[in-house]
């Protein structure tokens, strides 16, 4: 008996720790949002848990904000993986089709796949996802859904995404902890992506950076596929550092000062708009331009652009990705910096607004939450499929048993 779904997506940032819950009905597509709980982060860096009771202590107020509005108990969740650690590689696999008539089934598709993910991951990575970007059948190129369709050697293209076996681990024992299951563990720009990227913005090729705390995380599709993923480890955190130091303030300050003046560009800014700059300890509180704030923001966020722009480039895309790149994340908010981005990719730039989603639009309807929609949205599309295939699912299912039956 079908019934109406729950689904929770987990965004473990850098900086804020969000938990989205959305109903889904019994035949629809689109998620309805029904509660969100955002906290500031604790125990995380980049990604990775450095602190494991903090970061349970976020991921249970996150939870437990959103499951408040919503009225409902979460059980399990599809959480976010980001961090440096993160590495992506093309593959590809072959296989001669099994059925005498030629005719494709699930089953070779399912071969071919395990045929490409065969390729030798060093003991201390795990396999995140195996993404099929297209299947050739006796040489025909460019093919979507190889199933039903005749051919007598099947080959498969596939990203494959590697993570630090211990980063995975320490994300699963945080949640487990929480006394939730992670139904699925997804990247977080593969994520972004879903809620900010239409089919043919895929088609014409488009790359999404997510700017957040800590990363800046990057996806690159073109032909409908996606073709690299990639992480910049610098975000937001790094300007609001830049600004602690540069103005000789502490970082809450500074933290509040760049959100509430900054720009990327100081031409955005007028020279003689002036703010106060708390000073550290003793220190008394000086004047400052909008203009000198800027020129603190900018090379940073140029580097950080241009650093991303150079992670674009190795997706090799034919001459130009057409639908240009989309920005979210909390960094893409700064003012300046989709006229900085267009500048150093050469491409058209738009700030993403996550779509595809019903409900709480006023508090969810900004980049920073792309992430978190958009594993609702992974959620919706592979439901069934992530519950079956995830492999870390099984062993880290008898882990927890083990530990449940003594400790
Ligand atoms: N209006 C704004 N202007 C400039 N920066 C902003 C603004 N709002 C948020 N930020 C910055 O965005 C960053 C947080 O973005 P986001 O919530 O996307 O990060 P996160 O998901 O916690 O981190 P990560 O994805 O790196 O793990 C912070 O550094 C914050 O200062
Ligand atoms: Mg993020």
């Known amino acids: ?87 992506s590689i093309n593959s590809h696999g072959v296989i001669a089709v099994s059925r005498s008539d ?46 039903g369709m005749s051919g007598v050697r099947l080959e498969a293209e596939v990203h494959i995404v590697t993570a630090a076996a211990t980063a995975v681990r320490n994300i699963y024992r945080a949640i487990n902890r929480c006394e939730l299951e992670v139904e699925a563990l997804v990247l977080e720009s593969l994520a972004s992506s879903y809620a900010l990227l239409n089919d043919e913005e895929q ?46 303030t502490p970082i809450d300050q500074a933290e509040e000062i760049k959100v509430k003046y900054g720009a990327a560009i100081p031409s955005l800014v007028d020279a003689d708009d002036m703010i106060s700059v708390p000073g550290v300890g003793t220190r008394s509180t000086r004047d400052i331009s909008r203009n000198v704030l800027a020129s603190i923001i900018g090379p940073r966020m140029e580097e950080i652009l241009t650093l991303a722009h150079r992670e674009i480039k190795k997706a090799n895309y034919p001459e130009t990705l057409a639908a240009g790149v989309v920005l979210a994340g909390g960094g893409a908010l700064m003012p300046g910096t989709i006229e900085m ?13 996550p779509h595809g989603f019903d409900g709480l639009t006023d508090m969810a309807n900004s980049p920073i939450h792309a992430t978190g929609i958009g594993l609702i949205q992974y959620g919706v599309r592979h439901g069934e499929e992530v519950a079956r295939k995830n492999p870390a699912r099984g062993w880290w299912k008898k882990i927890e048993r083990w530990f449940n039956e003594h400790f």
């Open 203 to 248: 088609e014409l090729g488009v790359a999404v950076v997510d700017i957040g705390g800590g990363t800046a995380d990057i996806a690159v599709y073109f032909d409908n596929s996606i073709r690299h993923t990639s992480t910049v480890p610098l975000g937001g955190k790094n300007v609001t550092n830049d600004i602690a130091i540069g103005l000789r």
């Open 102 to 147: 030629n005719e494709i089934t699930e089953n070779d598709v399912e071969r071919v796949i395990d045929a490409a993910r065969a390729v030798a991951i060093p003991a201390d990575r795990e396999i995140i996802h195996v993404l099929p970007q297209e299947y050739i059948i006796d040489e025909q190129t460019g093919i979507k859904v190889p199933v």
């Open 1 to 87: 008996m079908s019934q109406t779904r729950i689904l929770t997506g987990l965004d473990i940032g850098t900086t804020k720790t969000a938990a989205i819950i959305a109903e889904i009905d019994p035949g629809e597509e689109i998620p309805r949002l029904v509660g969100l709980g955002m906290v500031p982060s604790e125990g995380i860096r980049r990604g990775v848990v450095v602190d494991l009771e903090k970061t349970v202590r976020t991921i249970s107020k996150a939870i437990s904000d959103a499951e408040l509005m919503a009225g409902v108990e979460v059980e399990h969740v599809i959480a976010g993986m980001a961090g440096d650690h993160i590495r």
């Open 341 to 353: 981005a267009e500048q150093i990719f050469d491409m058209p730039v738009k700030l993403g607004i």
